[in-house]
């Protein structure tokens, strides 16, 4: 069964560095996965009519955005934590159910409109740390790509 997984963003990478990052560890993860980036633009509060105007926005764009059929992991500082083996091993139960279609989500700035939260199937944290949603791209890529290394039992630097 194939897996595919598509990571959606509010907001482009616009740093070179970011941008290589994902880019990196994308070319690894399709050895195990149909990996798709999709982003949606950020909306300025200020031309939104305030944060709860441009969070409405986005989460039009981004509920809009997600593949049909897909189970939707929304990435929140509330949301459960997992070690790299437990994700692994949380990705691999899905796998015996037979769901193969992964959508991750990853909000701005401000976080996303409530409408996003409850369409989220679940919600998925890297800690109490907030992380700019940059950096939370690359970190979920990378975590990824280890969840589907431990379930092949292939060896991964530690």
């Known amino acids: 069964m194939t897996v595919n997984i598509t990571v959606l963003a509010v907001g482009k990478l616009k740093e070179k560095f970011w941008v290589d990052?994902?880019?990196e560890y994308l070319k690894r993860l399709?050895?195990?996965?149909n990996v798709t980036i999709k982003e949606v633009g950020d909306v300025?509060?200020?031309?939104?009519?305030?944060?709860?105007?441009?969070?409405?926005?986005?989460a039009?764009?981004?509920?809009?955005?997600?593949?049909a059929r897909s189970y939707m992991i929304l990435l929140a500082i509330k949301g459960k934590e997992r070690s790299s083996?437990?994700?692994?091993?949380?990705?691999?139960?899905?796998a015996l159910k037979g769901t193969s279609d992964?959508?991750?989500?990853?909000g701005g700035s401000e976080g996303v409109h409530e409408t996003v939260i409850e369409r989220a199937d679940e919600t998925l944290?890297?800690?109490?740390?907030?992380?700019?949603?940059?950096?939370?791209r690359v970190v979920?890529?990378?975590?990824?790509y280890r969840a589907f290394k431990i379930s092949k039992k292939e060896p991964y630097h530690k």
């Open 21 to 23: 990052a994902c880019a």
């Open 30 to 33: 399709r050895a195990y996965a």
């Open 44 to 58: 300025d509060p200020a031309k939104a009519g305030g944060v709860s105007g441009a969070l409405q926005k986005e």
């Open 60 to 67: 039009t764009a981004l509920l809009t955005a997600i593949p």
């Open 85 to 94: 083996e437990q994700l692994s091993a949380h990705l691999d139960a899905f």
């Open 102 to 106: 992964f959508v991750f989500v990853i």
């Open 125 to 136: 944290s890297f800690g109490p740390l907030t992380l700019p949603h940059n950096l939370a």
């Open 140 to 144: 979920l890529l990378e975590q990824l």
